[in-house]
Structure formats: C-alpha cells, structure tokens
C-alpha cells in the first residue's frame, strides 16, 4: 500500500498538470505580450521567465513511470529552447523571445498529452489572448507578429517530431521483421524435428518388423524350403513393406489433419501386432470417447505405434496390453507387456524411440513415463482434454 501512494500522487501530479496547460499556455502568452519592452528580467517579464522555467522543469522532473515517456532528444530541444528563449528576452525585450518562451512552453505541454491534444490548446491559447487584449486594449499588431512566429516555430517543432516518428517507426519494423524472421526459423526447425518424428516412427515399427519376418523366412529356407509357413512370413513382410511405404508418404506428403491416424486405428494396429507376432494383444477403451485435438490424435496412435515396436525389438512377451481410457482430465494410452524375460531398453544414442515419445507428450502438454514392472514394461501417456 505505502508503494501505490507514491504513484498514485505523481499520477495526480500529472493530471492536474495536464489540466492547468492550456491556462498556463494562455497566461503565458498574455503576460509575454503585454510586459513593458525594458532591458533585462523584471517585472512581468521575470515573472512570465521563471513560471516558465518552473513549469518545465517540472514536466522533466517526473518519475520516468509516468504514463507518457519523455525522450532524451524531446528533453534537449526543450531545454535549447527554453535557455535560448530567457536569453532573448533579456537582451531584445521586443523580439521574439516571447514568442520562444510560448513555444517552449508548448513543447514540454506536449510531453504532457499528445500533440494533436497541446496544438489545439495553443489555438485556445491565442482565442484568450485576443479576448485579453480585447478588453485591455492591447496592440493587435503585436499579436500578430506573435502568432505568426508561434505558427512558425510550431511548424518546426511538428516537424522535427515528425521525422523522429519516422525514425522510431523504421527501428520498429526492423525489429519486427528480425523477430519474423526469428520466429519463422524456429517454425522451420520445429517442423523439421516433427517430420523426423514422424519418419521414425513410421520406419520404425514397418522395418523391425519387416527384418524379423524376412529373417523368418531366411531361416526357414535354410531348414526346410517346403515348410508352409514359408509364404506365409514373405506375405507378411510384403504387407509390412507396403504399409510403411504408404505411410511414409504420407509423413513426407505432411499429412493432412484428415489423414492423420488416431486412436480409431489402435484396435488394428493391436490385431496387426498380434498376427505378426503371434502373441495375444488386447486392446480395451473405458470411458466416454471425445473428440481430441489432431496432433493429440496422431500423438496417441504414434506412442501405441513406438511401444509395440520397443516390444517386438526387445522383448519375449506371452501377452500385450493396449488401454486407452478417457478420463476427466485427459486421455490416457497404455501399452503393457507381460513377459518371461522384462524389456530392457537399450541406452538410445540419438535416437527418437522414448525421446520422441516424451518430445510429443510435451509438446501437447502431457506426460510420458516408461519404467519396467514386475512382469515387463509399461509405457504410460496422458494427453490433457
């Protein structure tokens, strides 16, 4: 609470500073045309030179937490003016020192509010000043050449904001289009790191399997050419090295979100594992199936894909356990052997099996845990809803 006070009273500070400019814009215009032409600061003069002074020290003098930032280069201008400024009004009472007073009074007002806001409040300024003089009968003449140097210097000023918007415009669009850059290289990288996911996976689980009956076959060829389970093993090796071709087109192709596999397929992908490899595979759902999110689709498919392939490398199982189950707050997928001899997973060098497993969990969210139990190995991944 003490450290909101501090704030809350230079925020007052301000507001009420960009209340009084106008008036003080009108007051000082007013008492620079009507102080007497003497030589020196007095009188009227010293007065309208000090408010000044005061006036905009106070607007450079705020916190730098105000709401609008003063720039070092807006700060300097002012500063050149106001110094230039009390230096004219002291040697040349009846030149233009007045006029570079008024403007300098203008420029820090627009550190204040914006410029469209303090140009107007200048306008406001002069229509006082006509109504004063009106009724004090001051020279018009006077008023005048005074409007027209503030016109003037008004214009300048505009101007030299204007070219340091430009400025500051063009250092901004380079950062951005260097932050474009940055992030469509990103984008790039993420993509290519998705695609060798994708081929992993795909070549993966098609390849060992295709090795493991073509050196079926070899062995059975060796033994026996005649043995009927000969044709048998090189169907299966054909239809492996057919599916994974078709599916690594379509990794390569990108795979639209509508050819992506998802957990539609993973009751064929449990039958496929079970005929290659002769060993039970049960496949479950529990719970109320949802519609998920395509690359949770693909990311449930593709984990399932990557367990039964770790499985048939490295494992003797008697029986496996595909389970995906919808839960309150997410999806779960779990693959479970039940063997002889546990899956022991090799120290992986590089590689994308348990890596690019957990790599697609956490880019969706999610949590990926792999460990061995008290009959094999299970592979467990949650995907939030």
């Not at 000969?230 to 690594?248: I, K």
């Not at 109320?288 to 490295?314: C, D, F, I, K, M």
Request: proline fraction near 5%; hydrophobic fraction near 50%.
């Amino acid at each position: 609470m003490q450290t909101e006070e501090p704030a809350l009273t230079r925020l007052r500070v301000v507001r009420w500073m960009q209340l009084l400019t106008p008036l003080m814009l009108a007051w000082f215009v007013w008492a620079a045309a009507t102080a007497e032409p003497r030589f020196g600061l007095t009188g009227t003069r010293l007065i309208v030179v000090l408010a000044t002074v005061v006036f905009v020290a106070g607007v450079f003098g705020r916190n730098a937490t105000a709401e609008v930032p003063i720039r070092p280069a807006h700060a300097v201008f002012v500063g050149a003016m106001l110094v230039g400024s009390v230096t004219l009004v002291a040697v040349q009472p009846s030149g233009p020192g007045s006029v570079a007073v008024l403007v300098a009074v203008l420029c820090a007002a627009t550190a204040l509010m914006p410029v469209r806001v303090a140009v107007p409040a200048l306008i406001v300024a002069f229509v006082v000043l006509e109504m004063l003089a009106s009724i004090t009968g001051q020279d018009f003449g006077f008023l005048a050449v005074l409007a027209g140097f503030a016109v003037l210097f008004g214009a300048l000023y505009l101007a030299f904001r204007l070219a340091e918007s430009q400025r500051e415009t063009k250092r901004l669009l380079a950062e951005l289009e260097a932050g474009q850059a940055a992030l469509a290289e990103a984008a790039g990288l993420a993509e290519r790191q998705r695609l060798a996911r994708e081929m992993h996976d795909v070549l993966a689980h098609s390849l060992s399997g295709l090795l493991l009956h073509l050196e079926g076959a070899r062995m059975l060829i060796t033994e026996d050419p005649t043995d009927p389970r000969l044709p048998v093993a090189v169907d299966r090796a054909h239809h492996l090295a057919r599916s994974g071709l078709e599916e690594a087109r379509r990794a390569i192709g990108m795979l639209r979100d509508d050819d992506l596999p998802g957990p539609d397929r993973l009751a064929a992908l449990a039958e496929q594992f079970s005929q290659d490899q002769s060993v039970p595979c049960d496949f479950a759902v529990s719970g109320e199936p949802r519609s998920l999110r395509p690359e949770a689709r693909l990311a449930l498919y593709r984990v399932a894909q990557e367990a039964l392939t770790n499985v048939r490398r490295h494992a003797s199982p008697t029986r496996v356990s595909l389970r995906l189950a919808y839960e309150s707050t997410g999806t779960r997928l779990t693959v479970e052997d039940f063997a002889d001899r546990g899956l022991v997973i090799p120290a992986e060098t590089g590689g994308y099996g348990l890596t690019g497993m957990r790599e697609r969990a956490e880019l969706l969210g999610g949590t990926l845990s792999a460990g061995t139990t008290d009959h094999g190995f299970r592979v467990d991944l949650v995907v939030p809803t």
